[in-house]
């Protein structure tokens, strides 16, 4: 209740859930000037005008409708990403907090692990489980999963030395306790600002995907391929491509951010 | 009449590992017992083993060997040195007191041990407007005596105090030491109160023990022991405290050099060497405890002589910081 009151009273976290929503359900819940699949919707690379507000792509998109279309794969995908590798790399990050072998084994696993090239694996996993959304979600969680778990690791090696552990173990904490309720308050911190920053780099993920031609592929749009198309047209001029899925991403990240700290600030009990 | 006493720990050792397979000698034979309603405090400069002491007590350290006897129910409760370090940071003040009971009492009701932390938070002086509040939104004092609150929640027969009020102002020392003096008189509870700072020791302690590289050097009433310490190290050590009269003119008694290493313990007096009145017999072998009179004892050899001669302690005067001055004592 505390958290939802506190989050509505600051006017910019309102905002901030705003423009998220509506980015994420743009394609279906905004009048979309133009088909954003749908090819030479005008002629080719043509600066932003009255007829299309953020100009048009080299195969005649129009790019004001495509960037807005990208939002409603790109978001959700971003975010489910996010809370799966958070989800899971969290509570085995705390695992590895506690002292003795289990926390051991868990590193050096994930040491195995991580000598893979993570977006590699990534993109192999996906490849031989079948080209499906879902997939994706899975890809960024493979690849995200480690950071959190290194993270909350580092953060609560430190806390687990504080004095209110120590004074938690002379009223009788038992271990699960004080990882719950002494060391996970401590990193949510970290794991939100860290969470903000995966969600910017799942983006970009989805992006590199989608160029291998898994997840979203063309002609359905994502702020990713978009950019990394537009980055061509760079050198001759055609700024525009590239700087409106640019900017969606950075309003998305900056939103995300806003509510992330919300978050925190309210995560304290 | 001699009941056991409540805490009673016997010959307590403890090393720690550090680099290259070397040892410190935290604890080397550690003695100490503390009577019901007893406040017993433990004094002696950084690294002498006062706060291994108190953690081995608290059971957070394990100790190679020795025992601890304690003759009651429940825990020992301790109060840290740094209270804000000491409470949860994410943790409102009301939940941090209430916690204890959360683990300790599950046959009460939620409410109940909400409101027993509300009391216990009030009787600390802790008024309603502050139980809602997180540890960083409270100043110094308030957070120890937050810190004060959640030890006595469980209503300890006793309680351990790591330098409670170092990190504190002295008004507010001041206010803490009333506290704490208002808890042993009314619920008679016993403490063990680990310090440097003399001052307060006198104010709250019934007995002092004074520690030094691990070991107790010397132990007796606190008027006493601190009206004419026997043993030199004691004389040192006190000789240091700063008198609240800008006219009286102390002057400390210097020791040769710092607490030497603690890697290699010798097998004879641990204060010789920087002892002012070392004779020949002092490194002939391990000294114990010698009782000199009533219910005081020095771990010096000299104590074994005539108890009158060693009443006559050097005054102030006497104390000289030229160390060859210092050795012309006797």
Redesign the interface.
Known sequence: MRLARGALQAPLVLLACLTVLVLATAQWTLPLPYNPIMPGAGPPLRPPSAAHWFGTDRFGFDLFSRTLAAGSRDIPLAISGTLVSALAGVPLGLLAVTRGRAGELLMRGLDAFQAFPLVVLAVAVVALTGNRLENVVLAIAIINVPRFMRLVRAQGLSIRE???I?????????WL?ILL??VL??V?GVVIAQCSLTAAHSIVVIAALSFLGIGISPPAASWGSMIQAGAQNMATGQWWVVLFPGLAVLVTVASLNAIAEAFDRR??? | MTAAPLLAAHDLRKTFAVARGARVHALNGVSIAVERGECVAVIGESGSGKSTLGRIL???VQPDSGSVRYAAPG????V?Q?PY????????VH?IVR??LD??RRELSRAERESRAREGLRRVGLADEFHHR?PRELSGGQQQRV?IA?ALI?EPAMLILDEPTSSLDVSVRAQILDLLAGMKRERGISMLYISHDIGSVERIADRICVMYRGQIMETGRTADVLAAPRHPYSRALLSARLVPDPNVRTQPMRLAGEIPSQTSIPPFCLFAGRCPDEMPDCRAGPIPMIRTEGDRESRCIRARGDAADMAASPRPDHLNRDEETQRSWQ
């Not at chain 1, 120590?166 to 038992?174: F, L, M, N, P, R």
């Open positions: 504080a004095r209110f120590e004074a938690a173990q002379t009223y009788g904490a038992s306790r309720r002494h308050p401590n949510y995560l304290a009990q | 608290l059971g957070l825990r020992i409760q301790a840290f740094e370090e000491s409470l949860n940071p994410r943790h409102r939940a916690e204890p683990i300790n997180l810190g959640r469980l």
